[in-house]
């Protein structure tokens, strides 16, 4: 595709008609939308509908049964390797060595992605880390294994977050100090799973909803009124 | 997605060949002067066995394809190949466990290289079914199996080798026949038990695939007609039940 | 690679030495099984190819419950997908893991090499240490790249730790053959016999065949 002026840039996630089954169980079915780049996308539904499953797609994570999907610019499954190294996923899991301190994880993920070691050092007393980072992360309280997780995922400073409830566990405190890093001003493109409606809202550009698997809800954040959100709950 | 092209002819030349074998080892092919008559199950002892080999090497071969090209069909075929032979396999050992109790009086022997290679491959391929079984997504263990399948087969080879140097300096093979040469009738009957044992494969492969293929079609039809939510949830199974 | 490799070697050795898992299990298991075997067979010592079978089996073993263990931590603690979104060559996580089991399989010959001489081996001038070595090395590779695979393979399923060893132990039969029937001039009580190289050869093809094999093989059993 041709590139016409300056303000043109390709969008983080562009999905088309995407699809994902379990063996018979289909998890999502037609899901379509692009976000652009530094945009944040927040993403809504119940249990079960789907949305840790298109995390993981945008992750690389799982192939698309059905359907298109570009992310950062590369198809995957195909293209996966392009993107790899450019993302970063918190999921459930903190994905962090229980047996390892804080710093050893973090040493570690900065070998696998080529980032100089200095760096963890700026994080971790960024997110208020650095009195308890070397101890095993077993040791830390869930709030603390979140912050740490938080900055494994923004270590290689991605392109793309894809974060599946970051402030869950966190206090205020917390909340505050993981902000430069995964917040709204950050940079990257944000893709945002939140049970919280309002504080959702209040910190996307665009809302995905899902409900069954299937898309409800694509729209830009100032056309979407809570109460739209909450009955896909309901 | 049919499988069944050929059936019939298939079937016919296999009851055919069979039957012929069988007519030529009761009146063509000559008795054994030490072992008598029983040395005749030689006859299909040692074509069902290179059929059983061929057939697990065969699932390896499916299981290349699969991961190569993602076409669960292969699974399909890599999966019913492997489980042909592994009935054949038992086969194979309880014949060659008669056979080896007829020549030397015991039911097992581990002098004889063919049938100690034969049980561990049989051990192994044991676990194709449960490895499969345990794992739930079907994606993941049409993957898995085909992994498996891959690695296995190219063990057979490997351990037949093994095993064979292992006992052949030690111990002459107990249940060889003539050591070597055949003479030309007992070379007759024996070409015309293999071939016959071939063609009984894979026909039931091919009986095998067509009537799980169209479980599997007929199944995906009526999740069309029922809607997603209509059926029942498919029970797990170490077999493919989609395609 | 070989950067990705380093880091993932790194991080296991640390976190088995910081948690214990595999390596204390192995060695004690390798040297109560000798234990066992004088009991079970009411001698005081070993020689030929008895001896060369004991202590193939129970090394053989001992393997075992390192393989099953290999890869938990990635499966249990997330591990995988944080490798998986890494811009490294995936087979960097098969050579790694190889290297940490062969290290881990040196380890415990490291101990139970010598338990075994002095618990059950009986004193002959057969004993070379060289070729021993050889042997040594040789088995513990194919060990390593088969115990890898098998435990990719079994990690993801049920019934991980019944698994792994019912297909891991046929896979070695080859291994184990070739390596009792190299080590039993070995230990020989009387005179030695030559030292059968061909064995060494057989250990060396099946080491070249199951590694490319696992090189090959192994990505796909990283997918999801």
């Not at chain 3, 040594?136 to 049920?158: F, N």
């Not at chain 3, 039969?173 to 070995?186: G, M, N, Y």
């Not at chain 3, 059968?196 to 093989?217: C, E, S, T």
Request: aromatic residues 8%.
């Amino acid at each position: 595709m041709a590139t016409t002026g300056q303000g043109d840039s390709a969008p983080a996630v562009a999905l088309e008609g995407v699809g994902r089954a379990y063996g018979e169980r289909v998890a999502l079915r037609e899901i379509t939308f692009a976000l652009p780049a530094g945009a944040t996308v927040a993403v809504f539904g119940a249990n079960g509908a789907g949305k840790t499953t298109l995390l993981r797609i945008l992750a690389g994570l799982l192939r698309p049964h059905a359907g298109t999907a570009r992310v950062l610019g590369a198809e995957l499954p195909r293209e996966a390797f392009r993107a790899r190294g450019r993302i970063g996923l918190l999921g459930h899991e903190p994905m962090l060595y229980r047996d390892l301190t804080v710093r050893e994880n973090l040493r570690f993920h900065a070998r696998l992605h080529g980032v100089a070691l200095a760096r963890i050092e700026e994080l971790v007393a960024q997110v208020g880390l650095a009195a308890r980072a070397d101890e095993p992360v077993r040791t830390l309280s869930r709030g603390m294994t979140q912050r740490a997780a938080i900055c494994r995922a923004a270590l290689h400073a991605p392109e793309l977050l894809l974060l599946d409830e970051p402030l869950a566990n966190l206090d205020p405190g917390g909340a505050a100090a993981v902000q430069p890093l995964i917040g709204r001003g950050a940079g990257p493109a944000r893709v945002l799973i939140s049970h919280d409606a309002e504080q959702g809202l209040a910190e996307a550009d665009h809302v995905l909803g899902l409900r069954g698997g299937r898309q409800a809800i694509w729209a830009p954040v100032a056309d979407v009124a809570l109460a739209e959100v909450r009955r896909l709950y309901a | 997605m049919t499988f069944g092209r050929g059936l019939r002819a298939l079937s016919i030349a296999s009851a055919v060949l069979i039957t012929g074998a069988f007519a030529l080892v009761f009146f063509y092919a000559p008795n054994d002067a030490d072992q008598g008559f029983i040395q005749k199950i030689f006859y299909v002892h040692v074509p069902m066995a290179i059929v059983t080999l061929c057939g697990f090497v065969a699932g390896g071969i499916y299981g290349i394809k699969h991961l190569r090209s993602g076409d669960r069909a292969d699974d399909l075929r890599s999966y019913v190949a492997i489980h042909i032979s592994l009935i054949l396999a038992v086969g194979v050992l309880i014949t060659g466990s008669i056979w080896a109790r007829a020549a030397w009086g015991h039911w097992w022997v581990w002098d004889e290289p063919t049938l100690v290679s034969f049980l561990i491959v049989f051990l192994l391929y044991a676990c194709y079914q449960p490895l499969r079984f345990s794992i739930e997504d079907p994606e993941r263990q049409a993957r898995y199996a085909s992994v498996f399948a891959i690695v296995a087969g190219a063990f057979v080879p490997l351990n037949f080798m093994a095993v064979r140097m292992a006992e052949s300096l030690t111990h002459p093979r107990v249940l060889s026949t003539t050591g070597g040469a055949m003479p030309g009738d007992m070379r007759l009957t024996f070409l015309v038990a293999l071939v016959g044992m071939a063609c009984l494969f894979v026909t039931l492969w091919k009986y095998e695939l067509a009537s799980k293929s169209a479980s599997i079609q007929l199944r995906s039809l009526k999740r069309r007609l029922a809607g997603d939510d209509g059926l029942a949830p498919l029970a797990r199974s170490a077999a493919p039940q989609q395609l | 690679m070989r950067a990705t490799v380093a880091a993932l070697v790194r991080k296991d050795l640390r976190l088995e030495l910081r948690a214990f898992e595999s390596l204390p299990a192995m060695l004690m298991f390798s040297v109560s099984t000798f234990v066992l075997f004088h009991f079970g067979l009411d001698r005081g010592s070993l020689a030929g190819d008895l001896a060369a079978g004991v202590l193939w089996v129970t090394l053989l073993l001992a393997a075992v419950l390192g393989m099953n263990r290999l890869f938990v931590a990635e499966r249990e603690q997330g591990g995988f997908d944080g490798f998986l979104m890494a811009p490294v060559d995936r087979t960097a996580l098969f050579v790694a893991k190889a290297l940490l089991l062969f290290g881990f399989l040196v380890a415990v010959e490291l101990v139970a090499i010598p338990a075994f001489v002095v618990l059950l081996l009986e004193p002959g001038p057969g004993q070379a240490l060289p070729e021993l070595l050889a042997v040594l090395v040789l088995a513990d590779v194919g060990i390593a790249v088969v115990g890898t695979l098998v435990g990719a393979l079994g990690v993801q399923t049920r019934a991980r730790d019944l698994i792994v060893p019912l297909i891991a132990l046929p896979l070695l039969v080859p291994v184990v053959i070739a390596a009792a029937e190299a080590s039993t001039p070995l230990f020989e009580a009387g005179g030695a016999d030559a030292f059968p190289w061909r064995w060494l050869l057989v250990l060396g093809l099946y080491d070249a065949v199951f590694g490319l094999l696992a090189y090959a093989v192994f990505d796909f059993l990283l997918e999801e």
